[in-house]
């Protein structure tokens, strides 16, 4: 797991995930990046609601853009990538793609940060897992 | 509001509202129906946030039962109805319509259970409630 | 696969499956559930949209009931199962459940009817399916 | 309706809007302001599904940024703007926010493309809507 082999979770387009326009709905992306950020912290040992009960501390999403190059289509098999950019003292910058196949779909870039639980302040991204992201 | 004279929320339906059949996705019905719930609480002077802060507890969903008849589309305005059907000590059973201008496209039966909000276990119904309900 | 042992889906619960009372929300387990049948129609050969552009028809949910017995929590891994009750000309009756683990959480009966794809009139459930759920 | 007083929609947050970290799911402010760009196009005698139909076009979304400021919650009546920033031939740049009360908690920037809504090739902004939003 490095910048240069991006994390990938497979993940299937069902009905849920269409619109009338016959393919996924724009905001829906949005989730399987999630889906597959949640993956990716899980592959470093941290479920969310692990890291709640255990650090204290979660990560929320402070601001994303994406770029919708193809659509995606009902019952697509796609693949979510997520790969660190950056990262700061609480901040956290992950490139992350949608596939089918090897052609890209879309292409998103998230800003995260790490806050506490209770307060939602910014703290820092916990040791465990910088060292494994820088 | 009583029993004869039903509360109604009207929806508009949009793109996330819909799937690639063209019509509006089966589940989301059951949320529109929640929406009208909780405007209909609302009308009598809880939200759900209040409720939880002033009187620990929340209702619930213990059952649903739904029956689709006809389908909604893209743009319609829909009227989603909540009528009281029989009340108990904790539980609360709702009739709920989808309706588009005076047809009928969705019918529903819910059963709710009003529990505290930090156990989720069984409690009267907030009397201040009952009494307008029965 | 039969009636004895039902079909099996896995599914995980993220951020966007649950809502403010920290469990997941009522309508999303009708979208797990629609995700296991999909994946069982698929595990005989077709998928929505192959048998939509093959044989021109799809199943619709004419009418469902769900018993919620107990919650599903963020990071639960579900399994959401399907099970043939019965089937008539064009219609079929499932039985669904949502396990974690061993423990039974949610409940289903759900009704679909075979209709054409392009009218949505109801039409005889296709030979080829009918043969291996009867 | 000009640039210099945005459209404005109300949104009332339901439980289906929030997740198990008690606040709105972050991508569900991107249905938000779908739902009010549609608004805002009625407002010019345009539903989606009347453009489809009548001008065999319809507006999708090629890229969006999303910059959130603080949490909306349970209960909250958001407003969600509209305002164009550009427009090109077949291309739209909008602006857009959520806020509650005056406190501004979501600022997004979303680019449209005017497209056939058969082939989704791109075409010019119906002249109709281009003269009331230059």
């Known amino acids: 797991m490095n910048r240069h082999h991006p994390f990938s979770l497979q993940v299937r387009v069902y009905y849920e995930d269409t619109d009338a326009g016959g393919v ?14 949640t993956e990716w912290l899980r592959s470093f040992g941290f479920s969310n609601s692990g890291m709640m009960k255990e650090l204290g501390t ?26 660190v950019k950056d990262i700061g003292r609480s901040r956290l910058t992950l490139l992350q793609s949608v596939q ?6 879309t292409e998103g870039e998230v800003h995260l940060v790490c806050v506490t639980a209770d307060t939602f302040k910014p703290v820092s991204v916990p040791d465990v897992l ?3 992201w820088s």
């Open 24 to 37: 996924v709905y724009h905001s829906n992306y949005v989730n399987f990046m999630e889906r597959a950020r």
């Open 58 to 83: 979660m990560f929320v999403v402070r601001a994303l853009k994406v770029d919708y190059l193809k659509p995606a289509m009902l019952d697509d098999l796609l693949s979510i990538t997520v790969q």
């Open 100 to 105: 089918r196949d090897d052609v890209l779909l």
């Open 130 to 132: 910088r060292k494994q």
